[in-house]
């Protein structure tokens, strides 16, 4: 895929795709909203565990490094990953676990076994495992360690969770929104090393973010900042699942993505999305989508370059308010999308007014991938002795 065959496909199709009706999207409503090789295990008891040692691949990060082994965890809601960091940085063992669909804490029970599993394959014991870290999707407070609520996963309202899992660990944790998790990860460790003011936006299931002022993760009065996904690109536009409007979630998450493409085919237009993904579109993964991308579909194609303009619109507004010097794109989307995508989100980006911020400002594809989860819990456990925690590791 390329820049010109984004905007080419988009300038052809323009006369035969309908116009945004927003006023009339109901369909369009977005619900809120984020392995090594050897001695693989696999562990078939209630969790559905599988777990691996890993050798070590590159050089860590200054971030990661520190006294004793912590461990990290990407909480998502179909899987839990956990990954084990040596006093190197280094991730020397993962597992994985199945979320589950009861929630409450047998979630937690989860999170906990996720960890004793990676660290029994990588041969320590908890004792030795001084900190853990973990992203959750949805709402943080970081000081406290209460999850306010998580889409996903039920019961988790108001959910203590860094002292439940910390009494079920005998071990300090950390928690915080998933996404600032994956931010400080590539503030650290990724993307955005060295930079002093950042923002980085998540394009996935949702559209998550996270803001870097001054070298510190910005989490605002109640630490909810960040919420990016929901300032308004479009007023009155298409329904967001927070029940507001023309939010960015709206047009540039996975889900949006989808939605318009779904309606698109039910009003005539045909897509080789169709026999990529099946003909029931809302199930397309961002994967799907970056392959009918680049076979040309006019129609993906149209749609894509739709999203990337409201994503630029989105970016100049952060620009104009924060004035970063870089902004960090990641997330499902962005993933599967590649290079080309960032190119044409950041060309749209400099043609927006008021050059004196979005001129000089970079944007970047994210560096960690599916490890930012993990290590930027790993960040956080390395910092924990600065925080208030839950117990002390036994």
């Given at each position: 895929?390329?820049?010109t065959?984004?905007?080419?496909?988009?300038?052809?199709?323009?006369?035969?795709?309908?116009?945004?009706?927003?006023?009339?999207?109901?369909?369009?409503?977005?619900p809120?909203?984020h392995?090594?090789?050897e001695?693989?295990?696999?562990?078939h008891?209630?969790?559905?565990?599988e777990?691996h040692?890993?050798?070590?691949t590159?050089?860590?990060?200054?971030?990661?490094?520190?006294?004793?082994?912590?461990?990290?965890?990407?909480?998502?809601?179909t899987?839990?990953?956990?990954a084990?960091?040596?006093?190197?940085?280094?991730?020397?063992?993962?597992?994985?676990?199945?979320?589950?669909?009861?929630?409450?804490?047998?979630?937690?029970?989860?999170l906990?076994?996720?960890?004793?599993?990676?660290?029994?394959?990588?041969?320590?014991?908890?004792?030795q495992i001084?900190a853990v870290?973990?992203?959750?999707?949805?709402p943080?407070?970081p000081?406290?360690?209460?999850?306010?609520?998580t889409?996903?996963?039920?019961?988790?309202?108001?959910?203590p969770?860094?002292?439940?899992?910390?009494?079920?660990?005998?071990i300090?944790?950390?928690?915080?929104?998933d996404?600032?998790?994956?931010?400080?990860a590539e503030?650290?460790?990724?993307?955005?090393q060295g930079?002093?003011?950042m923002?980085?936006i998540w394009?996935?299931t949702?559209?998550?973010?996270?803001?870097?002022?001054?070298?510190?993760?910005?989490?605002?009065?109640?630490?909810?900042?960040?919420?990016?996904?929901?300032i308004?690109v479009?007023v009155?536009?298409?329904?967001?699942?927070?029940?507001?409007?023309?939010?960015?979630?709206?047009?540039?998450?996975r889900t949006?993505?989808?939605k318009?493409?779904h309606?698109?085919?039910?009003?005539g237009?045909?897509t080789?999305?169709?026999?990529?993904?099946g003909?029931?579109?809302?199930?397309?993964?961002?994967?799907?989508?970056?392959?009918?991308?680049?076979?040309?579909?006019?129609?993906?194609?149209?749609?894509?370059?739709?999203?990337a303009?409201?994503?630029?619109?989105?970016?100049?507004?952060?620009?104009?308010?924060?004035?970063?010097?870089?902004?960090?794109?990641?997330?499902?989307?962005?993933?599967a999308?590649g290079?080309?995508y960032?190119?044409?989100?950041?060309?749209l980006?400099?043609?927006q007014?008021?050059?004196?911020?979005?001129g000089?400002?970079?944007?970047?594809?994210?560096?960690?991938?599916d490890?930012?989860?993990?290590?930027g819990a790993?960040?956080?456990?390395?910092?924990?002795?600065t925080r208030?925690?839950?117990?002390?590791?036994a």
């Open positions: 895929m390329t820049d065959s984004i905007t080419d496909a988009h300038n052809e199709a323009a006369d035969s795709i309908p116009a945004d009706h927003d006023g009339n999207e109901a369909a369009d409503s977005i809120a909203d392995d090594g090789n001695a693989e295990v696999i562990l008891d209630e969790h559905l565990m777990a040692t890993e050798a070590h590159r050089a860590a990060s200054p971030a990661l490094i520190g006294e004793g082994y912590v461990a990290g965890i990407d909480l998502g809601g899987k839990i990953l956990a084990i960091f040596a006093p190197d940085g280094t991730i020397v063992s993962r597992s994985k676990v199945l979320t589950g669909s009861v929630g409450g804490f047998d979630v937690i029970d989860r906990a076994a996720a960890v004793r599993e990676a660290a029994a394959v990588a041969g320590l014991s908890l004792s001084t870290g973990t992203g959750v999707p949805g943080v407070n000081d406290t360690g209460v999850v306010h609520v889409p996903n996963i039920p019961g988790w309202e108001l959910m969770l860094r002292d439940e899992l910390s009494s079920r660990l005998g300090p944790v950390a928690v915080d929104n996404v600032r998790v994956a931010v400080t503030h650290g460790a990724g993307a955005g930079a002093r003011n923002v980085a394009p996935g949702g559209v998550g973010g996270g803001i870097i002022i001054n070298g510190q993760i910005y989490t605002g009065a109640d630490s909810y900042a960040g919420e990016i996904g929901h308004t479009k009155g536009g298409a329904p967001c699942g927070c029940g507001g409007r023309g939010h960015l979630e709206a047009y540039c998450s949006a993505i989808v318009r493409l309606k698109l085919v039910r009003s237009h045909r080789r999305l169709t026999r990529i993904a003909k029931n579109i809302l199930k397309a993964k961002s994967s799907d989508i970056a392959e009918a991308a680049s076979l040309g579909d006019p129609l993906v194609l149209a749609v894509l370059e739709r999203t303009r409201y994503l630029a619109i989105g970016i100049a507004s952060v620009a104009n308010l924060l004035n970063p010097e870089l902004i960090v794109l990641g997330g499902g989307v962005v993933e999308l290079a080309p960032i190119d044409r989100v950041t060309a980006v400099r043609a007014p008021f050059a004196a911020t979005t000089p400002l970079r944007i970047v594809q994210s560096a960690l991938g490890d930012a989860g993990v290590t790993a960040i956080m456990a390395r910092q924990i002795g208030h925690t839950g117990v002390t590791a």
